[in-house]
Structure formats: structure tokens, C-alpha cells
């Protein structure tokens, strides 16, 4: 459950921290890029985090669909952009796939006959 937190903060910073790119160059230029950084940096390292439990193409995935649907509805409530109704069919099928991500049952741990390696092994 951790790690799924993780990948939830992860989006969350991610999307804050474009939405900062976006408001700063009008408000606070170099506030606003600081705190785009810090976000930035705290949503890859969240996402690292994340990865560690959750297959990464899984993670990805939901990293960048969520926050790409959280950019879609912030871009047009606090900056009046324009949604058209596709890219509304669009996003409700980023958000469908990202639920079939989730509920999808488990890959197996590693590809029948290849081999493994672990952290032990690769220190």
C-alpha cells in the first residue's frame, strides 16, 4: 500500500509542479521555477519510490495518464483552456485504461527462463 501512496504523491507533485510551470512566468518567475524543481524532483523520486513494488510500466502509465487528466481539467478551470469533446472521449479513455491497469491481475514475477538478477547480485 505504501508504494501505490507513493505513486500517488508522485502524481500529485507532478501535476502541481506543471501547473507552477504554468502559472510562474506571470506571477513569480523565479519562486515559481524553484518550486517547479522541488516538485518535479519530488515526484521522480516518488515514482522511484513507487517502482520498487509496482511494475514500472504499470506505475508510468498511471503516473502519466492521472496527470495528464489532472493537467486537462486544472489547464481549463484556472486558465480558461478549452476542452473539446475529443479530447474529452480521449482523457475518459486514458482514465478507462488506467483502471484496467490497476485491476488487471498480476504479471508473474520474472519471464519463465530468464534470468534474475538481485540487488545482492548487482552490488
Known amino acids: 500500500m505504501f508504494h501505490w501512496l507513493m505513486l500517488f504523491v508522485a502524481i ?14 506571470d506571477h513569480a518567475p523565479v519562486v515559481g521555477h524553484v518550486v517547479v524543481a522541488v516538485l518535479i524532483v519530488t515526484s521522480y523520486t516518488c515514482l522511484s519510490i513507487a517502482m520498487r513494488r509496482v511494475a514500472m510500466g504499470v506505475a ?5 495518464g492521472v496527470g495528464l487528466v ?3 481539467g486544472l489547464s481549463w478551470a484556472l486558465f480558461d483552456e478549452a476542452v473539446t469533446p475529443g479530447q474529452a472521449i480521449a482523457f ?3 482514465l478507462a485504461g488506467v483502471w484496467l491497469l490497476k485491476t488487471a491481475p ?18
Do not use: D, N
Open 60 to 64: 508510468y502509465a498511471i503516473w502519466e
Open 70 to 72: 489532472l493537467l486537462a
Open 106 to 123: 498480476a504479471a508473474p514475477a520474472s519471464h519463465a527462463g530468464a534470468p534474475t538478477v538481485t540487488a545482492a547480485a548487482a552490488a
Open 12 to 25: 500529485v507533485a507532478e501535476v502541481l509542479g506543471t501547473t507552477a510551470l504554468r502559472w510562474s512566468p
Open 92 to 94: 475518459a479513455t486514458i
